[in-house]
Every structure is written in C-alpha cells, then in structure tokens.
C-alpha cells in the first residue's frame, strides 16, 4: 500500500520558477488602439507594467536600449447591451470587452517569445446602479493585464 501512495504521488510535479531564467528586463510599449474611447490605452499599459513588477521577477525599465525583452500589443474596446427592459427595450445592463493581442521579443536572441496571442477582458455595468463605462473599462482592463501576464510565464 504504502508503495502505491509513493508511486503516484508526484507525477508531474515542479517547484521551478514559472518565469524565464534567461530574462530580467521588459521594456513596454504603449499599447496601440483603433478605439474612438482615448486614454484607454494608457491606462492597460499601466496596469500590465505594474502587474509585471508586482507578480514577475521581471524589472520594467523605461529605456529599450537596456532591456532584455520588449513587449508590444494593440488593443480593440467594444461595448453591447446585456439586458434590456421587459416593455419599453430601454438598456438596462452593458458589457465593456477589450481584446489585446500582445508580442513578446527577446531583444538579445531576436526571439518572439509571445506571438501575437490574443487576450480578452470584460466587465459589465448598469446606469441603474449608478455604474458606467469608466467604471467597468477599469475592471475589463485589469482583467486582461493579468492575462498579458500570464502569457508571460513558461510553457508547460
């Protein structure tokens, strides 16, 4: 019995840093946008650079000519209608979705690390709520900088 236990156990199993070894520094371009909706871009490329220092070991440096990698994207914002009233069809709940398609190069080998990989993040908002499109933007932003971020780590 006891054998059994030890056998299956472990399988599969690393304590190894979910980060590249070979990477110390990110330099972040501004995000790029299509959107009439300005300013959004940024606020993600803030969110992203304070995501990577707060859960990377990566350092964000603001000169390309020092960093290791460098990390670019373009974001898309688009808005819909969740529900409506029953009689009058009057909106009563709205999405905020951003896509983020991200590049990842490291600037020593000339390796694409991320290829532009797509990312999504989404909030909604109700006016009746006293909510509004600032307001789920915020989130739907801070959703999809963690997902630039996980991008970030090693493939399994």
Aim: glycine fraction near 8%; hydrophobic fraction near 40%; charge should be negative.
């Amino acid at each position: 019995m006891g054998l059994a236990v030890s056998l299956c156990g472990c399988q599969g199993y690393s304590n190894s840093w979910l980060h590249r070894d070979d990477v110390s520094t990110v330099y972040v371009e501004m995000m790029e946008t299509s959107s009439f909706r300005r300013g959004h871009e940024f606020v993600l490329t803030d969110a992203i650079c304070k995501r990577i220092e707060a859960q990377t070991p990566y350092k964000i440096v603001s000169d390309r000519d020092v960093a290791d990698t460098i990390l670019s994207g373009r974001m898309d914002i688009g808005t819909g209608v969740l529900a409506t009233e029953r009689w009058e069809g009057r909106p009563l709940e709205y999405e905020t979705s951003i896509a983020v398609t991200v590049t990842w190069k490291n600037l020593k080998t000339g390796q694409i690390l991320v290829d532009r990989e797509m990312v999504f993040g989404s909030a909604s908002y109700s006016s009746q709520l006293g909510q509004s499109f600032d307001y789920s933007i915020g989130l739907a932003v801070n959703n999809a900088a963690q997902k630039v971020v996980e991008l970030m780590e090693k493939p399994w």
